[in-house]
């Protein structure tokens, strides 16, 4: 079964911080991948996209790498600040596939 | 653009009412999903569209659950009879070109059914 993974559920840091949140994925024959954040009660913005092709992206202090290989892939936050406080969310197109797959979410929070 | 619209942003509802979701996508954009959103089960792809057609309504859980596209610029998800483990935040979803690019997410209803 095709499943995407994040751990932790939850995230806990000091303002300043630099973080790594974790995506893992079953099945490395993916088309793309997404990072997604969601603000409670909000619907989902997106973040970055990398495509199979592709080993990362980056958009101001956020990077995502991708490891098809190892099923992984990373949203590293750097110095993080309280409004990055968000849940994340990573999705995957697989290559067979005909949906976005999500994962269950890492809910971050930035503390002053 | 003002994004992905839906109507209503919450809706109360009775158990056995029949209760309608709307969306307007971005203008433009020509596939539209609808994913749902619970604590238990996180975000699940009801049914997609491409060009107004619908193209994979297999995460649609019953019959009760219909889907319609009957434009460009509009499409409803329509519960009848509605029950509590519908109760759920609904979000209608473009996207333009291919189903894997970049998706755009509306605010969501959230629907409650007593």
């Known amino acids: 079964k095709q499943e995407v993974t994040q751990i932790p559920a939850a995230l806990s840091v000091p303002e300043g911080e630099n973080l790594v949140l974790n995506c893992s994925f079953t099945?490395?024959?993916?088309?793309?991948l997404q990072w997604f954040r969601q603000d409670p009660g909000k619907g989902l913005t997106s973040l970055l996209l990398i495509q199979s092709s592709q080993r990362e992206q980056t958009s101001g202090r956020l990077n995502a790498s991708l490891d098809k290989s190892s099923g992984r892939s990373t949203l590293y936050i750097a110095a993080s600040q309280p409004g990055d406080s968000a849940t994340y969310l990573c999705?995957?197109?697989?290559?067979?596939?005909?949906?976005?797959?999500f994962g269950g979410g890492t809910r971050l929070m930035v503390k002053p | 653009d003002a994004g992905v619209i839906q109507s209503p942003r919450h809706e109360v509802t009775e158990m056995g009412q029949e209760v309608t979701l709307r969306c307007k996508p971005i203008s433009g954009h020509d596939y539209l999903f609808w994913y749902r959103q619970t604590m238990m089960r996180g975000l699940e792809l009801l049914i997609y569209f491409n060009n107004n057609v619908p193209i994979d309504d297999s995460g649609m859980p019953e019959d009760r659950f219909s889907a319609k596209m009957p434009n460009a610029s509009f499409s409803t998800l329509k519960i009848q009879p509605s029950e509590p483990r519908d109760s759920a935040v609904y979000f209608c979803?473009?996207?333009?070109?291919?189903?894997?690019?970049?998706?755009?997410f509306g605010p969501g209803t959230r629907l409650t059914v007593l």
């Open positions: 099945d490395s024959a993916i088309y793309n």
């Open positions: 979803v473009s996207s333009l070109g291919t189903a894997y690019n970049e998706q755009f």
């Open positions: 999705a995957v197109w697989w290559d067979a596939g005909n949906m976005l797959t």
